[in-house]
Antibody
Framework: QLQLQESGPGLVKPSETLSLTCTVS??????????WGWIRQSPGKGLEWIAT???????YYNPSLRSRVTMSVDTSENQFSLKLSSVTAADTAVYYC?????????????WGQGTLVTVSS | DIQMTQSASSLSASIGDRVTITCRAS??????LNWYQQKPGKAPRLLIH???RLHSGVPSRFSGSGSGTDFTLTISGLQPEDLATYYC?????????FGPGTNVDIK
């Protein structure tokens, strides 16, 4: 059974960089046709797609966050990562990592449990 | 960006009722439409992809329809475990935007 687990600091200071890692177990991150992404949900709010990466490093970013976001993949560790720079209180949210197949007409079929990141001094 | 709207932010229904949730895209997305269910404190769960294709393991009381700009998620016979918020999402083009959600509770 495929499992995804987010890890990273739960508290980040304003103007600093938020860094999260998603570890994939029970399957390979190099599987063909599947991408790996990040989605966030602000407290009491809806869902926002952040970015998606393929195991070859091809990335797609939400234009609204593009200037501050970087995704990377480490196939040797079966992990992918998110960095969001210059954070503000508006970036406080539960961050989910997920497997997706948008490019094949699908959705996000496996999700991590989510990790709450609070931006505060 | 493609904007996704859902006709109701919440609705109340009785156990056993047929429940319909609608979603509209600001431009045609063909059938690149996904539906998710989210319960409090949990990650979303994929129910339907490509507008009508039931994801593996999802009960058959869930069904989806529509194409272009208008889509529907139907629960045929609401069960207590279906109390949740339902989101639509377009996967036609990045950014892959979500609707604001429809919360389903018991009347």
């Amino acid at each position: 059974q495929l499992q995804l687990q987010e890890s990273g600091p739960g508290l980040v200071k304003p103007s600093e960089t938020l860094s999260l890692t998603c570890t994939v177990s029970g399957g390979s991150i190099t599987i063909n046709s599947y991408y790996w992404g990040w989605i966030r949900q602000s407290p009491g709010k809806g869902l926002e797609w952040i970015a998606t990466i393929y195991h070859d490093g091809t990335t797609y970013y939400n234009p609204s966050l593009r200037s501050r976001v970087t995704m990377s993949v480490d196939t040797s560790e079966n992990q992918f990562s998110l960095k969001l720079s210059s954070v503000t209180a508006a970036d406080t949210a539960v961050y989910y990592c997920a497997r997706d197949y948008y490019h094949s007409g699908g959705g996000s079929d496996y999700w991590g449990q989510g990790t709450l990141v609070t931006v505060s001094s | 960006d493609i904007q996704m709207t859902q006709s109701a932010s919440s609705l109340s229904a009785s156990i056993g009722d047929r429940v319909t949730i609608t979603c509209r895209a600001s431009q045609s997305i063909s059938n690149y439409l996904n539906w998710y269910q989210q319960k409090p404190g949990k990650a979303p769960r994929l129910l339907i992809h490509a507008a009508f294709r039931l994801h593996s393991g999802v009960p058959s009381r869930f069904s989806g329809s529509g194409s272009g700009t208008d889509f529907t998620l139907t629960i045929s016979g609401l069960q207590p475990e279906d109390l949740a918020t339902y989101y639509c999402q377009q996967s036609y083009t990045a950014p892959f935007t979500f609707g604001p959600g429809t919360n389903v509770d018991i009347k």
